[in-house]
């Protein structure tokens, strides 16, 4: 499979699952493992361009797929617009539930470049913030919608 | 948590899916592994082999077979939300989909999968059993077509044989004058429901019902049909009474559990509002 644009591989049990082949196997540690059970969405990653839950994905079934993890996010040091506007914003309290909130949050601003609130709201239901600073969260998304939108029609 | 020990099988045909299955009785179909996976790590499911039949093309589609709208058993929830048609003709379906789980969930589990998981509070059940879904399932004898009605068999069992597989859902286009519409009641949005409720209505001369059908979830071992509220409805116009009467019948008919999310006293009175808020919220799309 190839992770944040690098091939990489690995021979794994059928039973290991996504998210532990991307901590324990590639090291990429950002990618968190919070309920393990399907529905904090700590450990939410794309495969091919779509968020899914690691911890409810088998790495078997990631074969040969294209994965991005937070760690695949910022350009050297320079911060990808949505790690900036949560920075900017204090998206996060403790920063657990971040690299699935930029996930799922880079994910909306995808498929819609100018959300709502309540789209922002829908886009991170699957994403639980143990310290319930939602609203700094949503506020952070949508800097980041304004961000990258200004970021393309500039060039950046 | 990990699952525990299994075999695993991507194979690129559904002849060797159907093989493979039939080789281990205790070998399980793997689709977006959205409650199976999370099933086996909790060790509630210890399937010997798990049948991936993601890797084979051609089971996720959405496409016009004449009569019906045919839904390929991969297609994701994301998929299915997005599809126009089905907003359009099958309001049910949608306003199930939209409120399965969450984005990541969406994204990677499937209809089929969640018709074949027949879980009695899941969304999708309910919204396909009032929608008279029809599902079709290829064994090594061939396939065969299973009416809603008959494709719920129990809780998590379904009419699919250990050695078959659910390949499509056929929707027939309902006449002209119908909607549908899907409500459920959780207390918070990721939670399963403690009830849920998928009606169509057909309107006829005067407005009156020439066909209603009425879906239950979370009623029961199986999404149950309100079958005595649908005979009441049937002829007659749809007014408040009318309606009010039907939604205490619904009621009468179910089977809800008690448990740590509801009583079952409040899921039957929940019951009786869900179906009146289906009932008007489908009339209300009647074209």
């Not at chain 2, 409650?35 to 086996?40: E, N």
């Not at chain 2, 002829?235 to 205490?248: Q, S, T, Y």
């Amino acid at each position: 499979m190839k992770v944040n644009g690098k091939q990489v591989s690995g021979n794994v049990e059928p039973r290991t699952l996504l998210v532990n082949f991307i901590r324990d196997g590639l090291n990429l540690t950002g990618t968190h493992v919070g309920c393990d059970t399907g529905h904090c969405g700590a450990c939410t990653v794309m495969v091919d361009g779509k968020t899914v839950k690691s911890c409810m994905v088998l790495a078997v079934q990631a074969q040969g797929a294209e994965i991005l993890t937070v760690e695949g996010l910022a350009e050297g040091d320079k911060l990808h617009p949505i790690q900036e506007a949560f920075w900017r914003n204090h998206g996060l309290q403790c920063g657990f539930c971040t690299p699935g909130l930029l996930m799922s949050g880079l994910y909306l601003l995808q498929k819609n470049p100018d959300p709502s609130d309540e789209e922002i709201r829908r886009g991170i239901e699957g994403n639980l913030c143990r310290c319930t600073g939602y609203v700094n969260v949503v506020k952070s998304v949508r800097a980041a919608a304004k961000s990258m939108r200004e970021g393309e029609v500039g060039g950046a | 948590m990990i699952p525990k020990r299994f075999d695993y099988y991507a194979p690129a045909s559904l002849d060797d899916a159907i093989r493979l299955l039939g080789e281990d009785e205790e070998a399980k179909v793997l689709a977006g592994g959205q409650s199976l996976l999370p099933m086996m790590k909790l060790r509630l499911a210890a399937p010997t082999a798990l049948v991936d039949i993601t890797k084979m093309a051609g089971l996720s589609y959405v496409r016009d077979d004449g009569d019906n709208l045919a839904i390929g058993a991969l297609t994701t929830h994301d998929a299915v939300e997005h599809d126009r048609t089905i907003k359009e003709r099958f309001a049910a379906i949608n306003d199930a989909v939209v409120r399965i789980g969450d984005q990541q969930v969406r994204n990677r589990g499937t209809i089929g999968g969640s018709a074949c998981h027949a879980d009695p509070a899941a969304d999708l059940p309910t919204a396909l059993l009032a929608s008279d879904a029809q599902f079709v399932i290829q064994g090594k004898e061939g396939q065969r077509v299973v009416p809603a009605r008959d494709f719920f068999v129990d809780v998590f069992a379904t009419a699919v044989a250990h050695d078959e597989i659910l390949t499509e859902i056929r929707l027939a286009y309902p006449p002209p004058r119908s909607a549908s519409a899907y409500v459920k009641h959780s207390l918070r949005e990721s939670d399963f429901a403690m009830a849920m409720v998928g009606a169509a209505v057909t309107l006829g001369d005067g407005n009156a019902c020439r066909d209603v059908r009425i879906g239950l979830g979370s009623a029961g071992p199986t999404p149950l049909r309100a079958t005595s509220a649908e005979q009441y409805l049937m002829g007659k116009v749809p007014e408040d009474d009318a309606i009010m009467k039907a939604a205490e019948m619904a009621a009468e008919g179910a089977d809800p559990p008690s448990d740590v999310h509801g009583s079952r006293e409040y899921r039957l009175e929940m019951i009786k509002v869900l179906t009146r808020r289906s009932l008007k919220l489908a009339l209300s799309r009647v074209k």
